[in-house]
């Protein structure tokens, strides 16, 4: 048995500035004070999860101007490659023995930089929505009824200033024009299906895919009715076909599923592989998607008056104003 410890190395990516190159995405070597984390200061670990392999850093940055911006950095072990195991495994690789019984031996391996990268996000600069987002906290369930949603939760998100102009300009071609997988053009039942920025495209054991849809004023799960059923067909539908295109992927191998209550308030649905366990996933916050469109052919207002069931951090403000309200 013999376990990888896979080493720390940077894969410089950086999201390119949306409104100039339209999201290009290529990867950029940049040094300088140009560099994304130009005279970064590490401030908290917000969260780490040895399961996946990851840790979110809170930290500040210089910006061109040498004032400090807060930064959330988003570090994660890239998943092995299966072209690379033979060249890494078969070339005598240097092993450093840490535990050897009977018929198992633990090694200790170093791979060549080519196989150590780690895959870094950064949000720059970093509001106090975006720390708080991934810091880790205690959790509690909602069971939102339809007049909860009415009377709490909608109330709540129209107050918010919740930006989803990233959203628009993918929409309207300003932004990640080039990693458009498939476009239906059409204004009210199209959508765009583009890589979501948790998978590398390397592999596709991990893929996962969004479906934004091109109507506007769909916030979430709970504005859909029967009117919008064939945009979500159209999705389920052109989804899994364009995947399997390009990919090679049948639809009964995809985990297609919307989420509630959804990162940001526009309509957009989640297309990941079956077998990976991709975040957000849990019972109380996915629906898959088949399961949405049947229920709405049972009942036009299905989601307008259904109770639903979440999980809310305990410092958001949607919980306090639950709290508030006598409901948790």
Request: net charge negative.
């Amino acid at each position: 048995m013999l376990l990888v410890a896979m080493a720390h190395a940077g894969e410089k990516r950086k999201r390119a500035d949306e409104e100039e190159n339209g999201g290009s995405g290529d990867a950029e070597t940049l040094a300088g004070p140009q560099h994304p984390l130009s005279g970064f200061r590490l401030q908290t670990v917000l969260r780490e999860s040895a399961r996946d392999k990851s840790i979110f850093l809170h930290g500040q940055v210089t910006s061109d101007g040498q004032d400090t911006e807060d930064a959330v950095v988003i570090l994660e072990r890239a998943p092995f490659h299966v072209d690379a195991i033979s060249p890494l495994l078969g070339n005598n690789p240097e092993l450093k023995l840490q535990l050897k019984n009977d018929i198992y031996s633990v090694y200790q391996l170093t791979p060549p930089p080519a196989l150590s990268e780690v895959k870094t996000t950064i949000i720059r600069p970093a509001t106090a929505k975006h720390i708080k987002k991934y810091l880790r906290q205690e959790v509690c369930l909602i069971h939102e009824t339809g007049e909860d949603y009415k009377s709490i939760t909608l109330p709540f998100i129209e107050s918010q200033s919740f930006s989803i102009q990233w959203v628009y300009n993918i929409l309207e071609k300003k932004a990640e024009a080039d990693r458009i997988v498939y476009e239906n053009p059409d204004p009210e039942q199209g959508f765009i299906l583009i890589p979501d920025f948790k998978w590398n495209q390397k592999q596709v054991e991990d893929l996962y895919l969004i479906a934004i849809c091109n109507p506007r004023g769909i916030k979430s799960l709970r504005d859909l009715t029967a009117d919008h059923l064939p945009l979500l067909k159209n999705i389920l539908r052109e989804g899994q076909e364009a995947i399997l295109k390009r990919y090679s992927i049948p639809g009964n191998q995809l985990r297609v599923y919307l989420h509630y209550q959804p990162s940001y308030y526009h309509l957009h649905v989640h297309f990941t592989a079956l077998g990976h366990d991709a975040p957000g996933t849990v019972v109380e916050r996915a629906h898959l998607l088949c399961d949405v469109i049947q229920n709405l052919e049972m009942d036009p207002q299905y989601y307008r008056t259904r109770a639903l069931t979440y999980a809310l951090r305990a410092d958001e403000a949607l919980l306090k104003a639950f709290k508030e309200a006598g409901k948790c």
